[in-house]
């Protein structure tokens, strides 16, 4: 069987933990069949299976049906994210105003707002094709990329449906960062299917790379930005 050319009717009644007949073979997901589904409906059946169930959501993803659907849904995760993350922000209920009194004053000013809610689109696509690069390169190097780039891109942009995790006071950009990490590393070992240790590997490799990467780049505007 080549995964890469087949898909099959995505079918997420049976909840993420269903074991029916549905869920033999390969399935779009909902976000891909929101015709069928509707858009809000699609969204949440999307964010439901790849918070809690990634290896079988992935498992049976094809991987050869395109790039577009999975970059809107990691735009629309994170602009989401990022608007959940700037609220909290604003009302005091984030770890970052709390450790950080000056830090938390550029959360809550208008440019990092502006930065935040005009920029995310863009902030997410350079985010997710960096990301995506470096992990199947260093899958690559250990022998775990069995399947193509768009395999590791979807991974990485659906991943981003950890972002929701945001909505939690105090530390929940924390946890959607760490939850975001273990389903990359679940995913992809189950659309690959490799051995995990290379995906993890691939995952924290890239994931430190990225955090000095942007990590630098946002203390720079913060502090630019500081009064």
């Known amino acids: 069987m080549i995964r890469s050319k087949r898909h099959h009717e995505y079918d997420s009644d049976g909840g993420p933990w269903s074991t029916g007949p549905g869920d033999a073979g390969l399935q779009l997901p909902p976000w891909e069949?929101?015709?069928?589904?509707?858009?809000?409906?699609?969204?949440?059946?999307?964010?439901?299976?790849?918070?809690?169930?990634?290896?079988?959501?992935?498992g049976r993803m094809p991987t050869a049906v395109g790039w577009q659907q999975p970059l809107l849904f990691a735009i629309v995760s994170g602009a989401f994210g990022s608007f959940l993350g700037w609220l909290w922000a604003m009302t005091g209920s984030s770890l970052q105003v709390l450790v950080q009194e000056n830090l938390g004053r550029v959360?809550?000013?208008?440019?990092?707002?502006?930065?935040?809610?005009?920029?995310?689109?863009?902030?997410?696509?350079?985010?997710?094709?960096?990301?995506?690069?470096?992990?199947?390169?260093?899958?690559?190097?250990?022998?775990?990329?069995?399947?193509?780039?768009?395999?590791?891109?979807r991974v990485s942009t659906y991943s981003l449906a950890a972002l929701l995790l945001a909505i939690i006071p105090f530390c929940g950009n924390g946890i959607a960062v760490i939850w975001e990490v273990i389903i990359l590393i679940i995913g992809l070992t189950a659309i690959h299917q490799t051995e995990p240790w290379k995906a993890v590997v691939a995952v924290l490799v890239t994931s430190l790379i990225l955090l000095t990467v942007f990590g630098g780049s946002l203390i720079t505007f913060l502090m630019l930005a500081m009064p």
Do not use: C, W
């Open 33 to 58: 069949r929101r015709e069928r589904y509707g858009f809000l409906n699609a969204l949440y059946l999307t964010l439901k299976d790849v918070l809690l169930a990634p290896s079988r959501f992935f």
């Open 107 to 153: 959360l809550r000013g208008p440019i990092y707002s502006f930065f935040i809610f005009m920029f995310s689109p863009l902030i997410v696509t350079v985010f997710t094709f960096a990301q995506a690069a470096l992990v199947h390169m260093f899958l690559a190097l250990l022998g775990g990329n069995r399947l193509g780039f768009e395999a590791t891109f």
